[in-house]
């Protein structure tokens, strides 16, 4: 488990409101099983519902630390998922009540298609919404995401970034070691203080990041869950990039040249019908590194469906 959790600190949308004139602001919502979802609206323009990384981040370091800069051209919806957060806890963390929720929030709205947002770890729940209600999906904005949990393409590419960085070799690793390599790396690369580095290359982005998550603390009862019970939690584990080539919503993946977190070549084995590829000079959280690109390749996206 505890190469997992080594891990998941890396891992750590077109139609109007209904209600044209719903104004800022931060609320709880029931869920059908009585879970209290906490969510805000903010901003103007279409409907975009931002679905955190993790497992189990809240909001409000995309938020604040970039993400409201898209509150220019879109009503931005953040949700903190379920045992995440602000929200509540729960007996239920499976995926399909993960996507469940999306969808009553959408409902909650009064929403009819929506755009989702998706970071990181988000990726693989976004995806599974745009499979299971595409009626409702507008488009997805996918950004560094991965659709494979700790898959071992990824691993043997951070095994060899964090060699590079101990300015040591890398060798053949069996499969099954991969895990038990990258976990010694990593405690190698914290001795040294520089394991943010799978993340990025720049200190103060931890900092920052750091900063804002003290100042809004948090649960992680899902994060921990799915990390520390992964049996419990096969479908989080899984493949979902063959999945990807039944999706016809409209797509657009952003990522990023240097991140290690999910892998620089992961986004390579999506196949939806109808996607758009925007590679960035930048690692995993390019949403604040390089705000002014990301912003507006999603801008762009959400522009051209709009025509």
């Given at each position: ?63 604040l630390l970039g993400g409201n800069s898209l509150e220019k051209n ?139 998550d003290s100042l809004h603390p948090r649960i992680i009862d899902f ?85």
């Amino acid at each position: 488990m505890k190469t997992i959790w080594i891990f998941s600190v890396f891992f750590i949308l077109f139609n109007s409101f209904s209600a044209q004139n719903i104004s800022t602001k931060e609320s709880f919502f029931d869920t059908s099983d009585h879970v209290k979802i906490k969510f805000k609206v903010s901003g103007k323009g279409e409907a975009c519902i931002y679905v955190p990384g993790g497992p189990g981040q809240g909001y409000s370091s995309f938020e604040l630390l970039g993400g409201n800069s898209l509150e220019k051209n879109l009503k931005m919806i953040y949700m903190d998922q379920r045992g995440s957060g602000e929200s509540g806890t729960s007996d239920n963390y499976h995926l399909e009540k993960m996507v469940q929720d999306i969808e009553e929030l959408r409902q909650h709205l009064k929403l009819d298609k929506v755009f989702l947002l998706a970071h990181s770890f988000g990726g693989i729940i976004a995806v599974n919404y745009a499979k299971k209600y595409p009626k409702h999906t507008k488009g997805l904005v996918l950004a560094n995401v991965t659709l494979h949990f700790l898959n071992d393409e990824s691993i043997k590419e951070q095994i060899e970034y964090g060699n590079e960085l101990l300015q040591q070799k890398t060798s053949a690793i069996p499969k099954d070691s991969l895990s038990t390599e990258l976990s010694k790396i990593s405690k190698a690369l914290r001795s040294k203080r520089i394991g943010y580095k799978f993340l990025t290359e720049d200190i103060e982005t931890i900092k920052q990041m750091d900063k804002i998550d003290s100042l809004h603390p948090r649960i992680i009862d899902f994060g921990m869950a799915v990390i520390s019970k992964p049996k419990d939690f096969p479908e989080y584990y899984a493949d979902y990039a063959p999945m990807t080539k039944t999706i016809k919503s409209p797509v657009l993946i952003i990522t990023g040249k240097h991140d290690k977190a999910v892998g620089t070549q992961h986004y390579k084995t999506f196949q939806f019908p109808n996607q758009k590829v925007v590679s960035i000079d930048g690692g995993h959280l390019l949403y604040y590194e390089r705000n002014r690109e990301f912003v507006g390749a999603v801008f762009d996206f959400v522009d051209k469906i709009k025509r």
